[in-house]
């Protein structure tokens, strides 16, 4: 009696003209990646994808002549004429577009996660179907700003030195200097003073409303 082989469902990884054996790849990326994931996380208790683990967020900083001390990391998009202070942190999933002017982000900044700062926008050239230009202008955020996650700071816009910008921000004018700024657009609704170590944010009282209105 005839034994029946079934055939195997499982895909054939297939080998490269080259050479290269797709699967040895496949299997050697998952080990690096094993390690690498097993290292970070009993050093720092923290677990990252494979493309943070690689590559080394300080050397990105370099490579874009970011100034000594400063990090981006590799999940962040970095367009034309940016330049960046010392010691400045840029999380993942931001986007830094120097290609309308000049970026500048000054010394001891945070940049947290999803944060969209830009020189140029595509408004106008949408909305009249190509025949407007793009707007171009330089940008601004002063040395030692905190600009909250999800913000967008809009093309033109100036945040002076030692100010925070709130989450989901959208920062489409000017911030003065130790300022406390948010909302869309944002508002500024405080104001910092800053002695040493010591950081004292203070709110501005909103008006009350008088009656009937």
Not at 163 to 186: E, K, M, N, R
Request: glycine share 10%; hydrophobic share 30%; proline share 4%.
């Amino acid at each position: 009696m005839k034994t029946i082989r079934k055939k195997s469902t499982a895909k054939k990884v297939p080998s490269r003209k080259d050479g290269i054996d797709l699967s040895e790849m496949e299997q050697g990326l998952r080990l690096l990646h094993d390690k690498l994931r097993r290292e970070k996380k009993d050093e720092w208790n923290r677990v990252l994808p494979l493309e943070e683990l690689i590559f080394d967020r300080w050397e990105k900083a370099r490579f874009v002549k970011a100034k000594k001390g400063s990090s981006i990391y590799h999940m962040s998009y970095v367009f034309g004429n940016v330049q960046i202070g010392r010691n400045t942190w840029v999380g993942p999933f931001t986007v830094l577009d120097g290609s309308g002017g000049k970026l500048s982000i000054g010394d001891f900044c945070s940049i947290s996660t999803g944060v969209q700062i830009y020189t140029h926008n595509t408004v106008d050239w949408a909305v009249s179907g190509g025949k407007a230009p793009y707007e171009k202008k330089d940008t601004t955020v002063g040395s030692c700003c905190y600009i909250g996650p999800y913000s967008v700071v809009a093309m033109g816009s100036k945040i002076g030195k030692c100010s925070i910008i709130g989450s989901h921000s959208l920062v489409s004018s000017d911030i003065p200097p130790y300022s406390i700024a948010f909302g869309t657009p944002a508002r500024v609704v405080g104001r910092l003073e800053i002695r040493g170590r010591t950081v004292k944010k203070i709110y501005f009282k909103k008006e009350k409303k008088s009656p009937g209105h």
